[in-house]
């Protein structure tokens, strides 16, 4: 019942918090991120009293105060970690991959035959599952770090030619003979019209790779990897019932794709400030 009462009392609270602070949250971000802080603490208050109270055992889900023991015990390891499947692994593959992306995608703006024929190929690549790609990935580019850069490379890849090429028609056929009108060639029209109108698209999938990037990376490391990294300590550590650490390996990676997507969505309020999504606070 006191758990009730609890939740309750933070549940109301982060209510009447909202309500207060709506006004004012277009003009101010930082007040955005109050909400979910105590909305996320609550949680985390309910989550230590429930498996310290219920004598949860450790190995099926342990406290908070346990992974944030392993937290500070395992700084080390976490950190090495961190640097192999984030700095080596995601950040690579994943500027390779869209850059690639929006290369090929302005190619193929300009080819309606490669249009109508690689963007259904695209698509079909998209859903294929990690699983598959990553032990072939392995296979082609070896244990160590180059074999996820290519898994992310492949992931991201396809999302950003998909979305740069949809961006790219977004431009109305008002402003395109506008553009014309002034003498425009394809170059000046892409340069001045038809990227920056593509740029939601654009920053769309740069936000949707930068967590599959950090997905791709973590599961490839599942099939073969040096001792260390993200994905190896997680299915080494569920091996050895370390389930603590395997949480505190879940909390670092929550964490860094979480500040990976919101240096990406301030980087869109910054260059696509005409948009009315951004000009309405919701990048």
């Known amino acids: 019942m006191a758990l009730t009462v609890a939740w309750l009392f933070a549940w109301l ?6 309500n207060v602070l709506a006004p004012r949250l ?3 971000a930082g007040l955005g991120l109050l909400i979910p802080i105590v909305f996320g603490a609550a949680l985390l208050v309910i989550w230590e009293v429930v498996t310290r ?12 105060s346990m992974i944030g023991a392993q937290l500070a015990n395992s700084s080390s390891i976490l950190w090495a970690d961190f640097v192999q499947t984030f700095i080596k692994s995601v950040l690579p593959g994943y500027a390779m991959g869209c850059l690639a992306g929006l290369v090929v995608a302005i190619l193929v703006d300009r080819s309606p035959f490669l249009k109508a024929g690689l963007l259904p190929i695209g698509n079909f690549m998209s859903a294929l599952p990690i699983i598959g790609i990553a032990p072939i990935m392995v296979m082609w580019f070896g244990f160590d770090w180059q074999s996820k850069a290519a898994v ?3 992931m991201t890849f396809f999302p950003m030619l998909v979305n740069t090429v949809a961006g790219l028609n977004a431009s109305s056929a008002i402003e395109r003979d506008l553009m014309r009108t002034y003498a425009a060639g394809y170059w000046q029209t892409l340069m001045k019209l038809r990227l920056p109108a593509a740029g939601p698209f654009i920053f769309n999938a740069l936000k949707i790779n930068s967590t599959l990037a950090l997905i791709g990376a973590i599961v490839a490391e599942f099939f073969g990897t040096p001792i260390v990294g993200m994905g190896f300590r997680i299915s080494t550590g569920v091996g050895r019932l370390a389930i603590d650490l395997v949480w505190a390996e879940i909390a670092v990676a929550a964490v860094a794709g979480s500040a990976f997507y919101g240096v990406i969505a301030l980087i869109e309020r910054g260059v696509t400030f005409w948009h009315p999504s951004v000009r309405g606070g919701r990048a």
């Open 13 to 18: 609270f982060v209510e009447r918090l909202s």
């Open 53 to 64: 109270g219920a004598n949860v055992p450790p190995v099926l889900l342990p406290a908070p």
């Open 26 to 28: 277009a003009d101010n």
């Open 152 to 154: 992310v490379v492949a």
